[in-house]
C-alpha cells in the first residue's frame, strides 16, 4: 500500500458529502489510527490494510492521511505499552506503512508543530480495547486539540455531538463486553488444555518436557506442539529425598535448602548454582509431582493484577494422572499440612500466604507489649508520596495484637489502648546498642554485675506478689467453704423437705468443687516456696567472643542471626515508652555467636546466615536484661 499524498485523497459519498460548505479550504492533515491483535481468529495484515482503507474512503475533501499508526497486540494492554511489543515487524516487511504506534501518536501529537490536525480510526472501539483506555486516547488528544474521528461517525471539525458521544459511549460499552467474553473463553480453553493432561509453562523441576505434535493436524502443520511431562531420571529422586525431609523429619526450608546445598553433586541446584528458599518451597507446594495436573493455583486479582494463592480445595486435578508421579497425593498433602504448621510458627521465611505476612520482620516473634503480655506483630504503612514522582516513603511498625472489638481481650485489660506500636528503627537501634554495650562490648562483664542484683530483686519481687497472691485464694476459698457449711446448717432438718434435700445436694457440690480449687493452689504454693534458685553462670558472658566491629556495620542477614542465636526478646511498656530487652546465653551459645561472626570475617566471602543450632538447655538460661534505663522515644 502506498502512502496516500494530498492529491490523491479519494473522496466517498459517505457522510463526508453532508459537510457544510464552510468547511477550511487548506488541507487537512490526518493520522490513521488502526489496531489489530493475534488474539482473535484474523489475518492481522488484512485487518490492517481493510482499516487503513475504511479510513480513507471516509475522508472528507481536502482531508489526506498524513501519517499511519497502528499496533498489533495480543490483549487489553495500557496505552503506553502498546507499542512496546515487535510483533508489528512482520507487517512492515509486507509493505505496510507505519509510523509508530499508539505511544508514538501520542508523542506526535504533543509536539509543538504535530504532524497531523486530527485522528480518525475505522470504529471507536479500535482506538482501544477496553473503554478505559479508550476514553483515556480521546480525552488526552482532546487536551492536546486534536479531535479523535470514527469512519462511521460524521466528520466535522466543530464539536462533536451529543449524538456521536452517545453511539461512541454505547460501542465502547460493547466492545468491552466482547473483550470480556474472549478472556474467558481463554481460560476456559487453558483449563481445558490442563485436563487433557497438557503441561503449561517450563517443565517443574524432576521432569522434563516431551515435546509431541500437537493434536490440532492444522495447528500441527503450523509446527506447533504440546508437551507432556517425562522422568528426569538425575533429579526426579531429588524432588522425592525433598518431599522425605519434610514429611518424615519435619524440616524446615532453610534447613532443607542447606542440606541441598551441602551437596550439589547428589542434588544438583534448578539454575546450577545454588538451591534458593524460594524455589525450594515451591517445589514442596507444587502438586504435579502427584503426577496430575492442577490448574487454577493462582490468580491475578486487583488492579495490580497480583498473583495470588488461590485455596486448594479450588484446584482444578485431572481425573487421571497425567504423567508419571514422582510422590503420592497423601505425601503431598501432609508436605501441605506440614509447611502450614512452619507457616504459623514462622519458620518458613519464604511461605508466607497471608498478605500481610508477606515481608519478613527482623523482629519477628521478639517483641511483646508489656501490660497484656501479648506478641507484637510486624506491619508496614506506606504514605504518600514526598513529590509527585518521588518513592514511596514507609515505615515498619510493631502493633500490640490485643484487638478492642474482641471481647476476650477487653475482658482481660480492660484499660489497654486502642492501638499500641513501636517502629522498627527504633527497635533495632537500641538492640544494637544493647547488643554492643552488653553482650559484645569490653564492660559488659561490669554491667552484668551490675544488673544481677537488679534482676534478682526484680525475681524476689515477683516471687513475693505470687506467694500473697496464692495466700490471697487460699482465704477466699476458706471463705466460701465457711459458707457453705453455713448454709447447710441453717437448713431444713427434715428428710421428707425435697426442697431442703436439692440444696444440701447443691451446697455439698460446690464444698467439694472448692476443696479441688484450694489442692491445686497449695500444690501451686509448695511449687513456688521450693523453687530452685536461679542458676545464673556469669562466666558464659565471657566466652562469647568480641567482635571487631559494632553490630550496626554487620550484613543484616548476621544481625538476623545473632538475634536468633541469642534469643533476643524485647518487652515494650507502652505508657511510659521503655523497652526491656533480654538475651539468653547458654552453654552452646558462644560457639554459635563465633561461627556466626567467623562467616564475616575479612578473607571470606559472605555466607547466608546460619541458623542458629537451637540445643537442648544443659541449664537454666542465663539472662542479660536491661530494666527501664532505656528510655525509647515512642514510634507515633
Ligand atoms: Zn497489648
Known amino acids: 500500500m502506498d502512502r496516500t499524498s494530498p492529491a490523491s485523497a479519494t473522496r466517498s459519498a459517505g ?5 457544510p460548505s464552510e468547511e477550511p479550504a487548506a488541507p487537512v492533515p490526518v493520522a490513521i489510527l488502526a489496531r489489530t491483535s ?12 481493510r482499516q487503513y482503507r475504511s479510513c480513507e474512503e471516509w475522508l472528507p475533501q481536502g482531508w489526506y492521511v498524513a501519517a499511519f499508526y497502528w499496533d498489533v497486540e495480543s490483549g487489553a494492554i495500557d496505552i503506553e505499552d502498546r507499542s512496546q511489543t515487535t510483533s508489528h515487524e512482520q507487517f512492515t516487511a509486507a509493505g ?13 501529537a504533543a509536539a509543538p508543530e504535530p504532524r497531523f490536525a486530527a485522528v480518525v480510526c475505522e470504529d471507536i472501539e479500535r482506538s482501544g480495547r477496553d473503554t478505559f483506555n479508550a476514553l483515556k486516547l480521546e480525552r488526552e488528544l482532546q487536551d492536546m486539540g486534536v479531535p479523535l474521528f470514527a469512519t462511521d461517525e460524521p466528520a466535522s471539525v466543530q464539536d462533536i455531538s451529543p449524538t456521536t458521544v452517545l453511539v461512541r459511549r454505547v460501542k465502547q460499552g460493547v466492545a468491552e463486553y466482547f473483550r470480556l467474553a474472549i478472556k474467558k473463553k481463554a481460560w476456559e480453553g487453558l483449563r481445558q488444555h490442563t485436563l487433557s493432561g497438557w503441561n503449561i509453562g517450563p517443565a517443574p523441576y524432576g521432569y522434563l518436557a516431551h515435546r509431541v505434535p500437537h493434536p490440532v493436524p492444522i495447528k500441527a502443520a503450523q509446527g506447533r506442539t504440546k508437551t507432556r511431562l517425562a522422568l528426569d531420571p538425575l533429579r526426579a529422586p531429588v524432588v522425592a529425598r525433598m518431599f522425605t525431609w519434610r514429611v518424615e523429619d519435619h524440616l524446615g526450608v532453610p534447613a532443607i535448602t542447606a542440606r541441598l546445598n551441602a551437596d550439589h553433586g547428589a542434588y544438583p541446584p534448578p539454575d546450577g548454582q545454588h538451591w534458593q528458599e524460594g524455589t525450594v518451597a515451591a517445589i514442596l507446594a507444587n502438586p504435579k509431582y502427584t503426577g496430575h495436573m492442577v490448574y487454577g493455583r493462582h490468580r491475578k486479582t486487583g488492579r495490580s493484577k497480583t498473583r495470588r494463592l488461590v485455596p486448594a480445595e479450588q484446584w482444578i486435578w485431572t481425573e487421571q494422572p497425567a504423567h508419571p508421579a514422582i510422590i503420592t497425593r497423601a505425601m503431598f498433602d501432609a508436605a501441605q499440612t506440614i509447611a502450614a504448621a512452619h507457616r504459623s510458627a514462622g519458620d518458613d521465611p519464604n511461605a508466607s500466604p497471608q498478605p500481610l505476612a508477606r515481608r519478613t520482620y527482623a ?8 501490660s497484656c503480655q501479648r506478641r507484637m506483630c510486624g506491619t508496614t504503612r506506606t504514605f504518600a508520596r514526598y513529590w509527585a514522582e518521588g518513592p514511596d516513603y514507609s515505615n515498619t511498625y510493631y502493633k500490640c495484637t490485643h484487638d ?18 513501636i517502629r522498627e528503627d527504633t527497635l533495632i537501634s537500641q538492640i544494637r546498642d544493647f547488643l554492643d554495650t552488653r553482650v559484645f562490648g569490653p564492660s559488659r562483664a561490669a554491667h552484668l554485675a551490675e544488673q544481677i542484683p ?34 447447710i446448717d441453717t437448713l431444713d432438718p427434715d428428710p421428707a423437705s425435697s426442697a431442703a434435700q436439692a440444696m444440701r445436694q447443691r451446697c455439698y457440690e460446690r464444698f467439694t468443687e472448692l476443696q479441688a480449687e484450694r489442692d491445686t493452689i497449695q500444690g501451686q504454693l509448695q511449687t513456688l516456696d521450693h523453687a530452685a534458685p536461679r542458676n545464673d553462670d556469669t562466666s558464659l558472658l565471657d566466652l562469647i567472643p568480641l567482635p571487631t566491629d559494632t553490630i550496626a556495620l554487620h550484613p543484616e542477614h548476621i544481625q538476623a542471626a545473632l538475634y536468633q542465636a541469642l534469643d533476643i526478646q524485647a518487652l515494650y511498656k507502652h505508657d511510659t515508652s521503655q523497652i526491656t530487652l533480654f538475651a539468653t546465653i547458654t552453654t552452646s551459645t558462644p560457639q554459635a555467636v563465633a561461627a556466626i561472626l567467623a562467616a564475616t570475617s575479612p578473607g571470606q566471602p559472605s555466607a547466608p546466615a546460619p541458623s542458629a543450632p537451637i540445643y537442648p538447655l544443659p541449664q537454666a538460661p542465663m539472662q542479660l536484661s536491661i530494666s527501664p534505663d532505656e528510655l525509647v522515644t515512642s514510634g507515633v
Open 15 to 19: 457522510p463526508a458529502s453532508a459537510l
Open 38 to 49: 493475534t488474539l482473535y481468529l484474523q489475518d492481522p495484515l488484512a485487518s490492517l490494510q
Open 96 to 108: 505496510l506503512p507505519r509510523d509508530g504506534g499508539m505511544a508514538e501518536l501520542l508523542e506526535e
Open 363 to 370: 523482629l519477628r516473634g521478639r517483641v511483646r507489649h508489656d
Open 404 to 421: 478492642v472489638n474482641n471481647p476476650k481481650h477487653a475482658a482481660a485489660h480492660p484499660d489497654h489502648p486502642r492501638t499500641v506500636t
Open 454 to 487: 537488679a534482676t534478682a530483686a526484680q525475681a524476689t519481687k515477683q516471687h513475693t506478689r505470687q506467694h500473697d497472691h496464692l495466700v490471697n485464694e487460699l482465704a477466699r476459698i476458706d471463705r466460701a467453704q465457711r459458707s457453705q457449711i453455713t448454709q
